[in-house]
C-alpha cells in the first residue's frame, strides 16, 4: 500500500509540474491581432488591430482598455521612451504621459497615416509609414521630420541603435552609421529579402523574414542563415537578449536559441495558438501575443535559458574587457587579460568588412594587456592596411585566443 501510495504522489508531482511548465492563456480579445507587447512603469500594454490599447498592472492577470483620445482603435505598434509611451495607429502616432490614460495626437510632419512600425532609440522616436518613408522626432512628437525613404517606398521593419538604423523595404535593408546622412544596403548573404523583424544585441543582429531567420556578427555586412532547429517559416518578431533569442513564427509558434543563434529549439508546451505576432521579456516572465488576439505568458525560470559566466566570453582562458573611450577620437585602447599564455591576435576592420589594421599578432604571456587604436594616419612602423586617416563612424575589432573568438563594435566621432 505504501508504494502504491508513493507512486501515485510521484505520478502526481511530475504531472503537476508538467502542468506548471507549460503557457498559460492570459487574455483573449476576441478579434484583432496582437501587433505589440510592451512594459512601462511596470504596467504591461498590449497593442490590437482591432481594439486599441490594454493595459495590465498584474503581469496579465488583468487588462483594461485604455483607448481615450484615439481618433482609431487599429493600433499597429508601440515603444517607450522617458516621455512616455507611443502608439502607431492607421491614423499617425499619438502619446501618453500618463500610463495610457489619455492620448494625444502627435504634431505635424508625416505624410499620410498609416503609421506601420515605430520604434525608440535614446528617447528620439521612429515611425515607419507603410508607403511614405520613415520620420523621427526629437522633440516628443512636437514635430516630425523625414529620416529616410520616399512616397511609395513599401517598407516592413525598422530598428535602430545607438549608432546604427536599419529599414527593411521591399527587396533590401537599408543601414546608415551617420544618423540618415548616408544609407547602404545590408543584404549580402540574404537569401530571402523580405524581412519582417530585425533585432539586435552586444553585436549579434537577427533579421526574421519570410524564408527563416539570418544572423549577423557585423552590423549586417555579412547574414547567414540559421538553420539548426528552424526551417523557411515566416518570423514576425524576434527579441535578442545576448545568449539567449526569442523567435516567433507565423506558423510554427515560438523558438529559443540559448547560444547566439548556433540552435534552436520550439519552447510551445501548452500553446495551442502558434501565430505568434508580438513578444515582450520581463524580469520573470515571457508573454506571446498572437494573430487571434490572444496573449500567452510562461514564466521565465520555466525555460532552459542560459547564464553567462563571463558575459559573451565562450573561454575562461581570456576576458576581453573591452575599449575605452568608447566613442573616441582619434585614440581609444582594448583590454584584454590573459589566464595563460597563448597566441593573440587583435585585428580592427572597417563597417564593411575590410581589415583596416592588425594590432597584435604574437604569442603573448599571462597577464593584463592594452592596445591603443590610433585613428590618425599610421606611420611606416605600424601595420595599417589603409594609408590614410580614418573617418567618423563604425567600426570593429575582433580578439582571437585558440577557441576564443569576440567581435566588438567600436565608434569613432570626429
Known amino acids: 500500500m505504501k508504494l502504491k501510495f508513493a507512486y501515485i504522489l510521484l505520478v502526481l508531482f511530475f504531472f503537476n509540474t508538467d502542468l506548471r511548465s507549460q503557457w498559460i492563456l492570459v487574455q483573449n480579445f476576441d478579434t484583432g491581432s496582437i501587433s505589440d507587447i510592451e512594459v512601462h512603469n511596470n504596467f504591461l500594454f498590449a497593442a490590437n488591430g482591432d481594439s486599441g490599447v490594454f493595459r495590465s498592472p498584474d503581469n496579465g492577470e488583468n487588462w483594461t482598455s485604455v483607448n ?16 512616455g509611451i507611443f502608439a502607431s495607429t492607421v491614423s499617425g502616432v499619438f502619446s501618453s ?45 512636437v514635430n516630425w521630420q523625414r529620416f529616410a525613404l520616399g512616397e511609395g517606398d ?14 527593411s523595404v521591399a527587396n533590401t535593408i537599408l543601414r ?13 548573404g540574404l537569401t530571402n529579402l523580405f524581412v519582417m523583424t530585425l533585432s539586435s544585441f552586444e553585436g549579434d543582429l537577427y533579421a526574421g523574414s519570410r524564408g527563416g531567420i539570418f544572423h549577423s556578427t557585423d552590423i549586417g555586412s555579412n547574414w547567414t542563415r540559421v538553420t539548426y532547429g528552424l526551417d523557411d517559416s515566416v518570423f514576425n518578431v524576434i ?72 558575459k559573451l566570453n565562450i573561454s575562461e582562458d581570456i576576458i576581453l574587457k573591452g575599449n575605452y573611450p568608447n566613442p573616441f577620437n582619434p585614440v581609444t585602447k582594448i583590454k584584454y587579460e590573459l589566464r595563460v599564455a597563448n597566441y593573440v591576435t587583435v585585428t580592427v576592420y572597417d563597417v564593411s568588412g575590410n581589415k583596416v589594421e592588425t594590432l597584435v599578432n604574437q604569442k603573448q604571456n599571462a597577464g593584463s594587456y592594452e592596445v591603443e587604436f590610433d585613428a590618425r594616419l599610421a606611420p611606416p612602423s ?33
Not at 513599401?154 to 529599414?167: L, V
Not at 546608415?176 to 549580402?188: C, K, R
Request: net charge positive; hydrophobic share 35%.
Open 68 to 83: 481615450s483620445g484615439f481618433s482609431t482603435t487599429y493600433v499597429t505598434g508601440l515603444t517607450v521612451s522617458n516621455f
Open 97 to 141: 504621459t500618463n500610463n495610457g490614460n489619455n492620448w494625444n495626437a502627435t504634431g505635424s510632419g508625416i505624410s499620410g497615416g498609416y503609421i506601420r512600425k515605430i520604434t525608440s532609440v535614446d528617447n528620439d522616436i521612429y515611425a515607419g509609414h507603410i508607403l511614405a518613408g520613415v520620420f523621427k522626432t526629437t522633440n516628443n512628437g
Open 154 to 167: 513599401k517598407m516592413f521593419a525598422i530598428y535602430g541603435t545607438q549608432s546604427e538604423f536599419y529599414i
Open 176 to 188: 546608415t552609421t551617420d544618423n540618415g546622412l548616408t544609407f547602404s544596403n545590408a543584404i549580402n
Open 239 to 310: 527579441i535578442n537578449k545576448g545568449e539567449n533569442v526569442f523567435a516567433g513564427s507565423q506558423s510554427r509558434g515560438l523558438f529559443l536559441s540559448t547560444n547566439r543563434g548556433k540552435s534552436w529549439i520550439s519552447v510551445n508546451t501548452g500553446l495551442t495558438d502558434i501565430d505568434i505576432t508580438s513578444i515582450a521579456v520581463t524580469q520573470g516572465y515571457i508573454f506571446a501575443g498572437t494573430s487571434n488576439g490572444n496573449i500567452w505568458r510562461r514564466p521565465l525560470n520555466e525555460i532552459p535559458l542560459s547564464i553567462r559566466k563571463n
Open 382 to 414: 605600424r601595420s595599417r592596411e589603409r594609408g590614410s586617416d580614418l573617418s567618423s563612424g563604425v567600426y570593429f575589432y575582433k580578439v582571437e585566443s585558440g577557441d576564443f573568438a569576440e567581435v566588438k563594435r567600436m565608434v569613432l566621432l570626429k
